[in-house]
Structures are given as C-alpha cells and as structure tokens.
C-alpha cells in the first residue's frame, strides 16, 4: 500500500497535459469559438508584458474585444500557400499561437516570417513556446517548401536568447526602433533560422 506524504510537504506535481500543435491554413477551417480564445490569449499576454504588439491592437492594458478585429484580419488572410495559424493546445484549451506568413514575391518565396509567437500566462513554463517554434519550423520546411525564416523580437525580455537555444541567429537590429513606453526604447532584434 502506498504511504501518504508526511504532513506539510508539498503536494505531488500533477501531470502535464501533452502539447498538440493544430495547424490551421483556411477561414472555414477555424473552429467556433477559437478566434475568441485567440483574442482572449492575446490580450492576457500583452497585459502581461508579452511582446505582442501588432497594427490595431492598443498599447495595454488590452482587452479580447480589443484584440478580435486583429484576430478576425488574421484569420482571414489564412492560406495554405502563404499564411498559416500554428495553435498548441494543452488539455484542450488554446495554450499558445503564431502565426506563419510568405510573400509570394519570386526574391523572397522561398522564406516566411513568424509573427505574434505567443504563450498564454497561465500555460508559461510547459514548453509551449518550443513546441510552437519546433513545429512552425517543420511546417515550413515540410509543408510550405520554405527555407528560411525570419522573425523580429523587442530586446530586453530574453526573447533573443530563447530563441538562439532553438538554432535562430541575430542577423541584425534596429536600436531603439520599439518604444514601449516614454523613456523605454527597445531595440528590433532580428533573427533566422535556416531550415
């Protein structure tokens, strides 16, 4: 019979639910309800100092309704050609998302651009920003043809480092380019990963 923790230790940690990865390449394809729980996620980073600013969206605090006509452009735009919606979900619920872009200009077909990685507050911790970037990268490669990508980062949240133990290179940077706030200048950290 198994014994019982002795009183006042820590409670055994529960399991963590498996990371899925849904991709998503069309409008119709979008299940009800999920371009709420995109928005709702959104929001809830961004008030949570998430980098995640995009056309549209105010600087925070964010609230979903506010973050909904962005979510509704985006989904729109989805095509299996040049823009696809990455989600992990984890025990059901939306945990995170990016989004997967190409320009089907001839000089730059062969690479896409990551916008908008994003991990829920409540699911940080559980490798759902890996599992988005691990996949995002099979996608491209296997399923867009892609070669190489390229995504921009705010410096000064440890995006760049995060993204350097995933294989992505700084190729550049616009200092002082993102002003978060009056006297809080970031700098635009570029990146890529060959595929």
Do not use: K
């Amino acid at each position: 019979m198994p014994s019982s923790p002795p009183p006042g230790s820590p409670a055994p940690a529960q399991p963590v639910p498996p990371v899925e990865l849904v991709q998503l390449t069309r409008p119709e394809g979008v299940p009800p309800g999920l371009r709420a729980q995109l928005a709702d996620c959104w929001a809830a980073v961004v008030n949570a100092g998430g980098a995640v600013i995009a056309p549209g969206l105010p600087m925070p605090p964010v609230r979903p309704a506010d973050a909904a006509p962005v979510v509704e452009r985006l989904v729109r735009g989805l095509d299996p050609v040049r823009s696809r919606l990455l989600v992990a979900r984890s025990g059901g619920a939306p945990a995170g998302w990016l989004v997967l872009h190409r320009d089907p200009h001839p000089l730059i077909a062969h690479c896409g651009v990551v916008n908008h990685v994003q991990t829920h507050p409540r699911f940080r911790g559980r490798g759902i920003g890996t599992a988005l970037m691990t996949g995002v990268a099979a996608v491209a490669r296997d399923g867009m043809g892609l070669e190489r990508l390229q995504l921009s980062a705010r410096s000064g949240c440890g995006l760049e480092d995060f993204y350097r133990r995933l294989g992505w290179v700084e190729v550049g940077r616009w200092p002082g380019a993102l002003r978060v706030a009056p006297g809080d200048d970031r700098d635009d950290v570029l990146m890529g990963l060959a595929l």
